[in-house]
């Protein structure tokens, strides 16, 4: 069973940066995509950034020149530097990735997956 572990939130005052990792485990073959989500308090879950197996980016306007997500493929990780941290950056940020997995149950021994973080505070201080 796939599963994605989070790390890197934290506390940061406004201008700081933070780095968030993302690992992901399990009988993984490949992964296409990893995004990085965030959902303030009582607020709605949005895309921050997303990377393909290619490697295209896109990113959510509020924080394009100011974050960069990136990947390495043989680790099976993602990361999202965040600089110049704003107050309203402060949210749950959650790691989702897509991609196949390994199944012997399958007709053609893989199957598709699509799996959440559980999820990394980051709270940023004016």
């Known amino acids: 069973q796939v599963q994605l572990v989070e790390s890197g939130g934290g506390l940061v005052q406004a201008g700081g940066s933070l780095r968030l990792s993302c690992t992901a485990l399990?009988?993984?073959?490949?992964?296409?995509?990893m995004g990085w989500y965030r959902q303030p308090l009582g607020k709605q879950r949005d895309l921050v950034a997303l990377?393909?197996?290619?490697?295209?980016?896109n990113y959510a306007d509020s924080v394009k020149g100011r974050f960069t997500i990136s990947r390495d493929n043989a680790k099976k990780q993602g990361e999202l530097q965040m600089n110049s941290l704003k107050p309203e950056d402060t949210a749950v940020y959650y790691c989702?990735?897509?991609?196949?997995?390994?199944?012997?149950?399958?007709?053609?021994?893989?199957?598709?997956?699509?799996?959440w973080g559980q999820g990394t505070l980051v709270t940023v201080s004016s």
């Open positions: 989702k990735c897509t991609g196949t997995v390994v199944d012997g149950t399958a007709l053609t021994g893989y199957r598709a997956f699509e799996v």
């Open positions: 399990g009988g993984i073959f490949s992964i296409n995509t």
């Open positions: 990377i393909t197996s290619s490697g295209s980016t």
